[in-house]
């Protein structure tokens, strides 16, 4: 049987300066009617770029140089204009990793999904916007009839990504493309669309090609992966096979990623506190507090580790910390002493004290400083270091974080990502802080450089015996790192402790639910998790009636739709 | 208040405030004017007594204040006073001339902003083609000359070489519509000439940064027509800046044509202006003067509202 999907040592060039450097490497691809194909690899690897060559498409500033992509039985590189953009969206769909940003903003979501039918004149708009309704209550999207007359901000980050799986699914196509669809989301969020998405396949039996760097979103949809590294395939095989048995190296790389465990150091059973927010409340304007009556204490040597969905003001916990938000009410106490509200109060030593690093290193390095400025400057702010004695502690600095000395004189556009953030981490030390606030500082990096950042970070701890207040969202990080844990939802601490305590059963509702989302290296671990939910809800009301309503969390009520 | 009609309102009490220190400026720059007023009307002959009643006539011997007051309120009632060199009411003077500027500026725009939108669609759509290249340099070479010289180019060719148009668009309320576009074609490709770089370079600049956008990607992966990534998902997303740049050259078109009006001998507001500014007849230069700036906040207002209207996240909240 020949496959719908025939790939043949596909060449993708992308223009670097003046050159035409090959971004992927001759990769063979094939998908069958029906199954779903993952991709995995880290950013640069070509997995996005091979995903939209599939369609024959490619983004500005690259070509396919050579290859075959054969999609039921034509060659889409020889293919004219029209017959690609027959073939586009009607036979070949594309959901992207941002919803948010690939909805266009000035029209409602509606329009958006039945212009692909009727543009290539297969349906009338009744036609259309009936089938729309229809998919919308397949993929459980609230009140079908009418959510496509909303504009694409006027609803929630998961909702907007299942909207988006519906104009994919508008033609009925043949093979959808998923481009890290979920990699955005929250955990909880993500458990919503990737159902939607398996639901969909299966009971369309499209086929897929879902593109991601998580693994283990991975394995919960496809029944294939490949392991796609620097443009070249290193290793493909069935889905349950390579868990159970990897065959190369990297491979074993990614799967062991998440492993990292670490006992709660001894000093968090101490009583030595460093930091202590007490009843703080806070909101931006005149609107709604985002946080509310929260108390934290950060003892010294330890990591706090904040964690929680988008929007449950983990991050301003941390902006009123450094005073950048003064709060409304309550009162921060660092090493005994309260420090001013405001940043603008706060003497030298108090912010020399206290350091921040930031989610995306990229930002948060000036690109048109070398390193040797972005960490002179706080050499020479806080201690007054100039010259020769200022370079040799940039280079002990360097050391510390694992980075060569030469780099002293590059700028943050010739590092890589996790080099970036390593600067970031150098610039904190260079004050010799007493606590560092990690705002999400893995969050932007690819999973095996988020570790050894991680492992860096924990380094320096046992070194120079800093505490950290980590704000993140990803639960294996914290698992990973943290002493304590606090878990926050909608402004409100919902539950906080030692890590061990706050990570054995039974927890709090909302940590139950966030724990249960994260995705595990095992293809059925997505089915048993629904199946449980499933019938945990038919305990609750065993009438089969309306069930008492739950409690509290939002996100979880969505389940029992 | 839906926070959609908060912004326009506070729009609007911003422009009511542009006004008012607009008419403060307009009033004690000509208070600054060298000289008495009353001494340089009447001539360095006329007697204390006549210089004195004139003075208590315009009310100049009341202070600055007093006199700005009154001079505004009775500016908003509509009675803009009499005119120094032929004691006619100003009201009378300026209403028919202002009709005219409107009319030949509302039919240049009427060509100049379809045609230009038009060319920068067209402009972003060919991107860097030989057309695109060919607009962008012929608008360029336009904007590049005064318009004055664009003005007598256009008479010498059109009008004195081949006799087509008349080169003096003299217009009155008897002729009928097709007869005063025929007169004012001249003066209409002129201004036409001037402004359509602006708003077609604006077009084209903001479709070509709205087509990096993730959102026309995914359009062009829904197998969508160029034209219609183009007009329907790339254009609505760059309104704003085009309706800004729009309400500018609109602005420029009715308070800009100063010039314009004079090379064709055009019976509009800026000839009356340039006309009393030589015979200082200040009352005159004074309600023009705040006549053309409440047309330019006018239009400035109307163009922030509309921006602000065509943003759907301000549009349809939440």
Same mark, same amino acid.
């Given at each position: 049987m020949s496959h719908l999907l025939e790939m043949k040592n596909v060449v993708i060039e992308g223009l670097s300066g003046r050159r035409w450097q090959p971004i992927v490497k001759g990769v063979d691809l094939h998908l069958n009617r029906g199954e779903v194909l993952g991709l995995i690899g880290e950013s640069g690897a070509g997995k996005s770029t091979l995903g939209l060559a599939s369609m024959a498409y490619t983004r500005g500033g690259c070509r396919i140089a050579s290859g075959s992509i054969v999609f039921d039985g034509k060659d889409l590189t020889k293919a004219s204009r029209s017959e690609l953009r027959n073939i586009r969206g009607v036979r070949i769909a594309y959901v992207a990793q941002s919803a948010a940003a690939s909805f266009n903003p000035a029209h409602t979501l509606l329009k958006q999904c039945v212009e692909v039918p009727v543009q290539h004149g297969l349906m009338s708009y009744q036609e259309a916007a009936e089938k729309a309704v229809d998919t919308y209550r397949r993929l459980l999207l609230p009140d079908p009839e009418n959510i496509g007359y909303r504009y694409p901000h006027q609803v929630s980050g998961g909702q907007l990504q299942r909207a988006m799986v519906a104009m994919a699914m508008a033609c009925q196509p043949d093979i959808i493309v998923f481009d890290e669809p979920t990699t955005a989301l929250d955990v909880t969020t993500q458990i919503e669309v990737l159902t939607a998405i398996k639901e969909i396949t299966r009971q369309f039996r499209t086929a897929a090609i879902y593109i991601s760097h998580d693994l283990a979103v991975v394995a919960q949809l496809a029944d294939r992966i490949m392991v796609l590294r620097d443009g070249e395939l290193v290793e493909e095989g069935e889905t349950r096979q390579m868990l159970a048995n990897p065959q190369e190296e990297y491979t074993r790389a990614l799967l062991s990623v998440r492993k990292t465990r670490r006992p709660s150091n001894a000093h968090a059973l101490k009583d030595d506190v460093l930091l202590e927010v007490r009843g703080v409340s806070a909101s931006y304007? $005149?609107?709604?507090?985002?946080?509310?009556d929260i108390n934290v204490k950060v003892k010294r040597k330890t990591t706090v580790a904040v964690v929680g969905e988008s929007g449950s003001g983990k991050s301003t916990l941390a902006r009123v910390v450094t005073g950048l938000l003064p709060p409304l009410k309550g009162t921060i106490v660092f090493d005994g002493e309260e420090l001013p509200a405001d940043l603008k109060a706060r003497d030298r030593e108090s912010l020399r004290r206290l350091q921040m690093i930031y989610q995306m290193p990229d930002t948060a390095l000036?690109?048109? $400083?070398k390193l040797r400025t972005v960490l002179g400057r706080p050499l020479e702010f806080y201690f007054g270091m100039k010259g020769k004695e200022q370079e040799d502690r940039i280079i002990e600095l360097l050391d510390m974080v694992e980075l060569p000395p030469e780099y002293i004189d590059r700028y943050p556009t010739e590092l890589s990502g996790g080099e970036k953030q390593r600067v970031c981490i150098a610039r904190a030390l260079a004050a010799q802080p007493d606590l560092v606030i990690c705002d999400e500082v893995t969050s932007a990096l690819d999973p095996l450089v988020a570790e050894g950042v991680l492992e860096l970070l924990q380094k320096l701890q046992d070194r120079f015996g800093m505490s950290y207040l980590f704000i993140t969202h990803d639960l294996a990080t914290v698992k990973a790192i943290a002493d304590e844990i606090v878990v926050m939802w909608q402004g409100r601490i919902v539950e906080q402790g030692v890590k061990e305590e706050v990570l054995t059963p039974p927890h709090h509702e909302y940590t139950e639910l966030l724990l249960s989302s994260v995705p595990e290296m095992d293809p059925d671990w997505l089915d048993n998790l629904l199946a449980r939910r499933a019938r945990k809800r038919a305990r609750r009301r065993p009438d089969g009636?309306?069930?008492?309503?739950?409690?509290?969390p939002a996100p979880a009520a969505s389940y029992n739709r | 208040m839906s926070p959609l009609k908060e912004l326009i309102f506070k729009r609007i009490a911003f422009g009511a405030l542009t006004l008012a220190v607009i008419s403060v400026l307009i009033f004690v720059g000509v208070e600054l004017l060298p000289g008495d007023l009353a001494e340089a009307v009447l001539g360095q002959n006329a007697t204390p007594e006549t210089v004195a009643a004139f003075r208590k006539e315009l009310k100049l011997d009341l202070p600055a204040h007093e006199r700005y007051l009154a001079w505004l309120s009775d500016f908003v009632r509509g009675d803009f006073g009499n005119s120094l060199s032929n004691g006619r009411p100003i009201a009378g003077l300026i209403g028919w001339r202002f009709a005219n500027s409107l009319f030949l500026a509302a039919t240049a725009a009427a060509v100049a902003v379809p045609l230009s939108i038009l060319l920068g669609i067209l402009a972003a759509l060919y991107r860097n083609s030989l057309f695109d290249r060919t607009i962008s340099m012929v608008t360029l070479t336009m904007i590049s000359f005064p318009e004055f010289f664009i003005a007598y180019i256009l008479i010498a060719i059109l009008s004195a070489e081949l006799g087509l148009f008349p080169s003096i668009s003299n217009i009155n309320d008897q002729m009928p519509l097709w007869e005063k576009l025929y007169a004012v074609f001249l003066p209409c490709a002129t201004l036409t000439m001037v402004v359509t770089a602006h708003m077609m370079r604006q077009t084209r600049a903001s479709i070509i940064n709205i087509l990096g956008a993730p959102f026309i990607e995914m359009a062009k992966l829904k197998g969508l027509k160029r034209l219609r990534v183009v007009v329907v998902h790339a254009f609505p997303n760059a309104l704003s800046p085009v309706i800004n740049v729009v309400a500018l050259n609109l602005a420029y078109l009715v308070v800009g044509v100063v010039i314009v009006e004079v090379v064709f001998v055009y019976p509009g507001l800026g000839q009356l202006l340039v006309d009393s500014v030589s015979k200082r007849d200040i009352p005159v230069v004074q309600a023009a003067g705040l006549i053309f700036a409440t047309t330019y906040v006018l239009l400035n207002l109307l163009a922030d509202v509309l921006a602000i209207i065509s943003n759907p996240r301000l549009r349809n909240p939440k």
């Open positions: 304007g $005149q609107g709604v507090e985002v946080l509310q000036n690109p048109r $400083q009636g309306p069930g008492r309503p739950m409690r509290q | -």
